[in-house]
C-alpha cells in the first residue's frame, strides 16, 4: 500500500464522518544503532468538511500567521483521531470503522518528542 | 472526545510524525549532505484491501521512501506506475527533519542513476571535467 491512497480516503462510521487529510506514526525508540527505528501507524487524522492538509495547525493550538490559522481551523472544524485499533478495513478511497469508534482530539499530548533531535 | 491517547499511551512520550505533514515533497540528502530526491510518496507494509482487519492486528510500518515523476498525476489524477518509483529503504534514514537525512551515500541508490548518468556520459566527457578546477 502507498500513501497517497489513504490520503483524502472517504472515512465510514455508520455514515460518513469525513476525509483522511494527514496519517500519523509513531516511531519507536531506536532499537539496533545502524537502523532506523521503526515507523507504526499510529492513527488517522479525519477531517469533517475538507481534504487539504492541516499543514500541522491540528497538532498544537497555533494561532498564527492569524490569516491562516483562521482559514484552518474552519476548514478544519470537529477535525479528530482515529486509533489505529479502531480501523475495520481499508480501500481503494475509504476507510472503514468499528461501530462505536473514539473521536480523540488530534492535538499531540503535551509530553510528545519534537522531531529535532537524532534518532 | 476525548482529549488524550488512551489505547496507547506508551507511543504519548514518542516521536509522532503526520506523513503528509513532514515527509512528502521534503528534501532528501545523503550521509554526505549531498541532495538525493524528494519524497513523492512512502510505502506502507500491506494491507488487504478493502478486507476486514481482524482486532489486534500489528499497526502498518513505513517500509520505504518513493521518489518519481508524480507531478501530472497529482494534476490530473492517477498514479504512475510502480516501476516509474525509485524505493529508498526507511531503514536508510537517519533524521527527519526539515529535510530527510539518509545514512548512505547517494550513489548506491536507484534514485540518483539519472544525476549519475549525466555526470559519467556527459559532464565527464567535457575537458577537464574530471578533476578539481586548480
Known sequence: ?119 | MSPTYPPDREAAGRRLLDAHLHLLDRQVLDTDSVPVTAVSDLEISDLDSGEEIPRGTAPPRIEALLSGPVFATRAFGGRPPASRLHRIAWSDVSSVDVVLRLRVRSDSLEASWGERWVRDRIIGRIPGARHDPE
Do not use: C, N
Not at chain 1, 487529510?21 to 519507536?28: A, E, L, N, W, Y
Not at chain 1, 483562521?70 to 483521531?81: E, M
Not at chain 1, 482515529?82 to 472503514?96: C, T
Open chain 1, 1 to 119: 500500500m502507498i500513501l497517497s491512497e489513504l490520503l483524502t480516503a472517504e472515512v465510514r462510521g455508520d455514515a460518513p464522518v469525513g476525509f483522511v487529510v494527514d496519517v500519523r506514526f509513531v516511531v519507536d525508540a531506536p532499537g539496533e544503532p545502524d537502523r532506523a527505528p521503526e515507523a507504526r501507524l499510529y492513527g488517522l487524522i479525519v477531517s469533517p468538511h475538507a481534504k487539504f492538509s492541516p499543514m500541522g495547525f491540528e497538532r498544537k493550538d497555533l494561532a498564527s500567521p492569524w490569516p491562516i490559522a483562521q482559514i484552518q481551523g474552519w476548514l478544519h472544524r470537529g477535525s479528530f483521531l482515529v486509533h489505529w485499533e479502531d480501523v475495520a478495513a481499508i480501500g481503494r478511497g475509504w476507510v472503514r470503522l468499528r461501530p462505536g469508534f473514539t473521536r480523540y482530539d488530534a492535538r499531540l499530548p503535551e509530553e510528545a518528542r519534537t522531531l529535532d533531535e537524532d534518532w
